[in-house]
């Protein structure tokens, strides 16, 4: 349904039929009630569809009326005029089974108004939900209210609910900003709607977002709200623990998933990144929009427009600080594949001798599994055993006496096993070492490639596992951890995606990409250029969904 409002009538558009209907209006000007055809509807701002009546509401903020189409009885009624709680009806939406109703001007009290039965019985004011400002439109997705509102300040936003009654939640851009902050002087993308300005927002429950048009746009544009300004901050978890936003389980049409695993180097930023963005410079989690997984999302999905391809794009990501990335790939990424829905792992290495060191010395941490590999969490009991018990027999106990040997080894205060740090060449060079520190590493990649099989079987599709190795740090050609993870991926028969040539080539030109602070972690740049190879890759050697419409049809 629209407003015509060159004629002054309400049209209903059958877009199967490709047929236009005239459902109400006289062509005049006015607020007079009476049959729909003979009423008048001028100055209409906002209308909404309300299903349970079968009716049509819409406000004239001119007249001060809230006023109801019946389109069973194809009758015009004024349901609110002039009422003090509302003097000037504006923004109108259906909440939570009731109209939502916000008045004209700066700080509107939005109430929830019972209809239902009208004109038996007049309308009734519910509870306030909320506090707007020059509200333009509104609309409601997911149980949650959104407002359009007027001004450079906060044009797009999430209404709290009452008692609290102010706004939570300014919807970011992809650059990391609220929406509405930009450079003095220009206008951003909805910063450009005045008090006067039509515009329009509805939601799109099967896509999980908001469809927003203004008068003063050229274009319409979709927004999705995952809880940016609670999770902006990179080191905020969400509700199931991915340091990544609030992303709905259920998987709207169309989309492929993606679950980033790793080690700190997925996500961590620097301290100048943390800085930049009012933080501390004792922390690197910086805004959560400048990291690789949402670099890479935003990439994928830029490629996909510019190429006519009919996918949207979401990365997951289920990186951690200190701690071995095999443990979330076997501990956590079964679950969060299973609820996410999620069709592409790619468990990320690097070639950071800490990284490889570490998953090794966690068998000497932690006891083991039936699988054979070390168990998440702490273990207090574990922890007071003698050394020597904590040395597991088979592999892990071969990669021990091998350590030994070179004096890589070496036992604090009769419980605990501590690992010497060493040069990844070095370690690389010694076929013992080298041989059962890779089997340490390739024992739970293959305890989560049988998961893996058990999810596929619930979900019904496939799920691919793959892994991608990038350098970090000024490391060099990196031939030793290029290598080690080559023979890692061959033994697990996983593809492997290596980034190396290709980062070091660009690294000069993407310069800075990291620092020596909190262990060479990248910079937004190096994040920058790390999705934009992983996006160049994945397209490539086709392992994401990347076929145009206009390729489709020109092969017809």
């Not at 108004?113 to 609309?139: C, H, Q, W």
Request: aromatic share 10%; hydrophobic share 35%; net charge negative.
């Amino acid at each position: 349904m629209v407003y015509d409002s060159g004629n002054y009538e309400l049209r209903l558009i059958d877009m199967n039929q490709r047929m236009v209907t005239t459902l109400a209006g006289n062509g005049k000007n006015g607020r007079a009630d009476g049959k729909a055809l003979a009423a008048e509807v001028g100055g209409l701002w906002g209308m909404v569809y309300v299903p349970s009546e079968d009716s049509v509401y819409f406000t004239q903020p001119e007249y001060g009326t809230l006023r109801k189409l019946d389109l069973v009885r194809s009758e015009i009624s004024t349901v609110l005029a002039n009422n003090p709680h509302i003097p000037r009806p504006k923004a109108v939406c259906f909440f939570k089974d009731q109209l939502c109703l916000c008045g004209e001007g700066p700080k509107q009290m939005i109430f929830r108004l019972k209809t239902f039965g009208y004109p038996a019985r007049p309308p009734e004011f519910s509870e306030s939900v909320g506090i707007g400002n020059d509200v333009l439109a509104m609309s409601s997705l997911d149980g949650k209210l959104y407002a359009c509102q007027a001004g450079r300040d906060r044009p797009l936003v999430r209404i709290d609910p009452a008692p609290k009654g102010n706004i939570t939640n300014v919807l970011a851009s992809v650059w990391g900003h609220p929406i509405q902050e930009h450079p003095e002087g220009e206008e951003a993308l909805w910063t450009c709607s005045r008090k006067d300005d039509q515009v329009g927002l509805i939601p799109d429950p099967v896509h999980q977002r908001l469809i927003a048009a203004s008068q003063n746009l050229e274009c319409v544009v979709s927004v999705k709200d995952h809880s940016f300004n609670d999770l902006i901050r990179g080191g905020t978890g969400n509700s199931q623990g991915l340091y990544e936003f609030e992303v709905p389980y259920v998987k709207p049409p169309h989309t492929f998933r993606i679950l980033l695993v790793g080690s700190s180097y997925i996500f961590y930023q620097t301290g100048w990144d943390e800085v930049r963005w009012g933080g501390k410079k004792d922390g690197g989690f910086g805004n959560r929009m400048e990291s690789m997984p949402k670099r890479l999302e935003l990439m994928l999905n830029s490629e996909a427009s510019l190429d006519s391809v009919p996918w949207h794009f979401e990365v997951l990501n289920l990186g951690r600080t200190s701690q071995a990335s095999y443990l979330q790939l076997c501990n956590e990424a079964p679950r969060i594949i299973e609820k996410y829905d999620v069709d592409l792992v790619l468990f990320c290495v690097f070639s950071s001798t800490g990284d490889i060191w570490q998953g090794s010395d966690l068998y000497f941490q932690h006891p083991l599994t039936k699988e054979g590999i070390p168990q998440a969490g702490r273990n207090t009991e574990y922890m007071l055993q003698n050394w020597d018990r904590k040395i597991p027999d088979g592999v892990a106990r071969e990669f021990y006496e091998a350590c030994r040997l070179k004096h890589w080894v070496r036992t604090i205060n009769g419980n605990k096993i501590q690992l010497v740090f060493a040069p990844c060449d070095e370690l690389v060079q010694d076929p013992s070492v080298r041989r059962s520190m890779e089997a340490l590493w390739v024992k739970p990649i293959l305890v989560f490639q049988e998961e893996l099989d058990q999810e596929v079987s619930k979900l019904g599709h496939k799920v691919d596992f793959r892994m991608a190795l990038t350098p970090v740090g000024d490391t060099g050609p990196m031939e030793g951890a290029g290598a080690f993870w080559r023979d890692v991926a061959i033994k697990t028969s996983t593809p492997m995606l290596d980034l190396s040539d290709n980062f070091l080539a660009l690294s000069r030109t993407y310069w800075p990409l990291d620092e020596w602070a909190f262990g060479r972690h990248l910079t937004a740049n190096g994040h920058f250029l790390f999705a934009y190879l992983l996006t160049h890759e994945l397209i490539t050697h086709k392992w994401v969904p990347f076929n145009p419409v206009k390729e489709t049809i020109l092969k017809k």
